[in-house]
């Protein structure tokens, strides 16, 4: 690093000799490419839990332990048909 201690005054040059060195630095930030939302192919973040533009679930046990989703999925479906069934009237002739 130059002869300032400040990491705002690194150089493009000081950064790209330490990252081809390899050296583990707390100023030096290697952003990961974006991913592709599988629904919408809107470009988001590795790991998000939701997509911003869409809504599709993409991880969904994060998703759930911010409670975005139920944490059962496989009980919210059925409940949501026996509350459809409860609905509908029963014909009368059978």
């Not at 990252?19 to 490419?33: I, M």
């Not at 991880?59 to 509350?83: C, F, I």
Request: charged letters at 35%; aromatic letters at 4%.
């Amino acid at each position: 690093m130059g002869a300032h201690k400040n990491p705002m005054f690194i150089t493009d040059l000081e950064r790209r000799a330490a990252r081809q060195l390899g050296l583990e630095k707390p100023w030096l930030y290697d952003a990961r490419p974006l991913a592709d939302c599988p629904v919408c192919a809107e470009k988001i973040k590795h790991g998000v839990a939701v997509c911003r533009s869409c809504g599709a679930i993409l991880d969904r046990e994060k998703a759930a332990q911010y409670g975005l989703v139920a944490a059962d999925e496989k009980d919210a479906p059925r409940n949501r048909r026996s509350h459809a069934e409860k609905r509908e009237p029963e014909p009368a002739g059978k």
